[in-house]
């Protein structure tokens, strides 16, 4: 049962990752796309996490750490730049 719930997550979090990359290279306006990155990254970060527990690896979980953090400071980065033209005072 538990392989067949992973499956459909993985699948679900891919039709998600989809969206967002439509959004990514539809969108309107440029926070718009600022925001599709981010939901991209955390999206990245489930399905490093579902691999993980699929494969049985410990390995996975310490990769979406690093790109959960990495994630987290370039969105904040690219939001300081956006709305002040500049990431560090």
Same mark, same amino acid.
């Given at each position: 049962m @538990?392989? !067949? /719930? =992973? %499956? *459909? /997550?993985?699948? /679900? @979090?891919? $039709?998600a990752m989809l969206l967002c990359g +439509? &959004? !990514? !290279? &539809?969108?309107p306006e440029i926070p718009d796309r +600022? +925001? /599709? @990155? %981010?939901? !991209?990254y955390v999206n990245v $970060?489930? +399905?490093v *996490? #579902? =691999?993980g527990m699929r494969l049985g690896t410990e390995l996975l979980f310490e990769a979406a750490l690093i790109v959960a953090m990495l994630g987290f400071v370039s969105t904040v980065a690219l939001a300081r730049y956006l709305t002040r033209g %500049? #990431? *560090?005072?």
């Open positions: @538990i392989p !067949l /719930a =992973l %499956d *459909i /997550a993985t699948g /679900a @979090i891919t $039709v +439509l &959004r !990514l !290279l &539809r969108g +600022l +925001l /599709a @990155i %981010d939901t !991209l $970060v489930a +399905l *996490i #579902v =691999l %500049d #990431v *560090i005072e």
